[in-house]
């Protein structure tokens, strides 16, 4: 049994696991804080000595742009040299990669219980996947099969703009414009998104300042607690939906579209009975054709340190 080294790492948290490449699954899965003395190198070393595990190969997926050798963290302070961080650790190969890049990964290698249906007819993977997901900011991806090998392609689409559609939405956006002036889709769709949208509807409707959290205005709409985070969810369920319709269309994603992140999850049940899939499907002309799309919510736990596992095995065949 060959046990491949995998590693998610965000600005906040690191999580390491093996990878068995026979029957794909993760094992001695551990999550660690990163603080301003974290070493990289030395987080990975204590790791391995848990595990008591002899690597040779490791996939690090990371949340920021992977260009060249020399890699910077974009929330911490971490930063180091691809070759340096191999010979030092002794591995005969290391690939490092976006961390969306590992989520989109992930779905090749994603079972029926790890995903929840919203609509849409069987996946044709002879078509394009899009994968998005909504967590710290708002990630964005696409895969292919080729006849070999599953092509992830990467980029920056959170930070496109998001169409407003209503009066009231029209409201929304001048509203953040005041204090962002460029207002991308990942203002609207993340946890920071969340945030800035019940804000936003206080300005509007010249209530009293009030400082929630994600989880608190979300807890709030779920339990009838506040009309303002009732709205604010309603309309984060409205973008989620007009923003994967966008993707869908795009690549006439016929393989599916799949919403990954911390932030959906919470509130599927909520997510299923909303307007999502009206504004997923809503796109004119071409609706007939996102009709027939399905979306998916990824609810597997790990899917950035599963998606590193399903690259690496590729990168080292």
Request: aromatic letters at 8%; a negative charge; charged letters at 20%.
């Amino acid at each position: 049994m060959e046990q491949l080294l995998v590693a998610d790492i965000g600005g906040t948290n690191a999580r390491f696991a093996l990878f068995d490449k026979s029957n794909k699954t993760l094992s001695n899965i551990e999550k660690f804080t990163i603080n301003d003395d974290t070493c990289l190198k030395q987080l990975i070393e204590n790791y391995l000595k848990t595990c008591e595990a002899n690597i040779d190969y490791a996939c690090l997926a990371l949340a920021c742009p992977i260009e060249g050798d020399h890699v910077t963290m974009t929330n911490n302070h971490i930063e180091f040299s691809r070759r340096e961080l191999q010979s030092a650790l002794q591995l005969k190969h290391l690939s490092v990669i976006n961390d969306f890049t590992a989520v989109a990964m992930s779905v090749p290698a994603l079972r029926a219980e790890d995903v929840k249906k919203i609509g849409g007819d069987k996946p044709d993977t002879h078509y394009p996947i899009a994968i998005y997901g909504a967590g710290t900011g708002l990630g964005v991806a696409h895969l292919l099969k080729t006849e070999k090998r599953w092509l992830s392609l990467s980029g920056e689409g959170g930070h496109v703009e998001l169409p407003m559609t209503t009066p009231q939405e029209d409201q929304l956006l001048d509203t953040l414009r005041k204090k962002f002036t460029r207002v991308s889709a990942e203002r609207f769709l993340s946890g920071n998104g969340l945030i800035n949208i019940y804000q936003a509807l206080l300005e509007i409707n010249h209530a009293d300042k009030s400082e929630l959290s994600p989880s608190e205005i979300v807890d709030n709409a779920l339990n009838d607690r506040c009309p303002l985070c009732q709205q604010t969810l309603k309309l984060f369920c409205t973008f989620m939906g007009r923003f994967g319709g966008n993707l869908a269309l795009t690549m006439n994603t016929k393989g599916g579209v799949y919403i990954a992140g911390g932030i959906v999850p919470r509130f599927i049940d909520y997510l299923m009975q909303s307007e999502f899939r009206h504004h997923f499907e809503n796109k004119g002309r071409m609706s007939y054709l996102l009709k027939t799309i399905p979306v998916y919510v990824i609810v597997h736990p790990d899917p950035g340190l599963l998606g590193a596992g399903m690259y690496l095995m590729q990168d080292i065949a």
